[in-house]
């Protein structure tokens, strides 16, 4: 069985094959290896070697349940009630459990993170169009290293894997970035800069960058719109930078420039 296991490993190295996929195999190939096993120990017992029979239906029984873990937490996406896999690395001092327990801090920080930007009623709330030059590429860059710096800025896919990162980029044609559809700015605001509408954003007041120009509100001019209401900035939200998207046989990992979505509340000038 172990020589079928390594031949398999050396087969699967020749190709761009992800680590789910590789558990799948490994599972199916123990699972036929280990019923040999059993084949093996009935047969000793039958020709009177008892003890080794013994033995190798009692590694058979333990084996069968590595399979069934591995069974639950390949094929059908969830952890055996019986799964040691946690209590081992904790013991063994595993750093990747280190590593999910910093996301996990991540993610409940991120819940606790709420922007105070007040709350509109969504028929006053209308998407914009914000052009962004290269000054502002980078300034949205320099924010989020910040936002990164304090663990607000999730870099974990929403949870996915690169498996069901793949089927969603092939089925959408479009990169899955690693924010998900975005982190929410803890500041934001509008300025008018001569003649033009100036989305600030950033850290705090004191530390805020121009990101961009507001072109469009809604279906109009942003200085027609601001002609007829009063214009304040609902929502900003941080999207772009690290993605992935679909390759030949798996992901491929890019990085486009951060952007900004942003919607304007309005309301009618007297």
């Known amino acids: 069985m ?69 069974v639950f937490y390949y094929f059908l996406k969830r952890r055996f009630a019986l799964d040691p896999s946690e209590k081992i690395a904790k013991v063994l001092g595993d750093e990747r459990l280190k590593e999910q327990e910093h996301q996990l801090t991540d993610n409940e920080r991120m819940g606790q993170f709420v922007p105070s930007s007040g709350l509109y009623d969504h028929k006053q709330v209308v998407p914009t169009k914000v052009e962004i030059n290269g000054t502002g590429h980078k300034n949205l860059a320099t924010i989020a290293a910040q936002l990164q710096e304090v663990n607000l ?31 929410p700015l803890p500041y934001f605001d509008l300025r008018q800069v001569d003649s033009h509408f100036v989305v600030y954003a950033g850290m705090n007041q004191m530390t805020a960058l121009p990101i961009g120009r507001i072109a469009r509100v809604g279906l109009s001019d942003v200085k027609e719109a601001n002609q007829r209401f009063q214009l304040f900035i609902a929502t900003a939200v941080l999207q772009g930078g690290p993605a992935k998207t679909a390759g030949r046989s798996s992901v491929i990992e890019e990085r486009y420039p951060y952007t900004i979505k942003v919607d304007v509340a309005f309301n009618e000038r007297h």
């Not at 079928?4 to 190295?13: I, S």
């Not at 558990?23 to 084949?39: A, F």
């Not at 929403?158 to 559809?181: C, N, S």
């Open 153 to 183: 800025l999730p870099q974990d896919y929403a949870g996915q894997d690169d498996q069901e990162i793949l089927a969603k980029a092939r089925e959408t044609h479009e990169p899955v970035f690693a924010v998900g559809a975005g982190v």
């Open 2 to 70: 172990l020589t079928l296991l390594d031949m398999a490993n050396h087969f699967l190295g020749y190709f761009n094959v992800n680590t789910k996929l590789k558990g799948r195999i490994y599972t199916v190939l123990g699972l036929v290896g280990d019923w040999y096993l059993l084949y093996i120990g009935i047969r000793f017992i039958q020709n009177g070697g008892y003890l080794r029979g013994i033995l190798l239906i009692a590694v058979f029984l333990f084996l069968l349940y590595c399979s069934v873990v591995n």
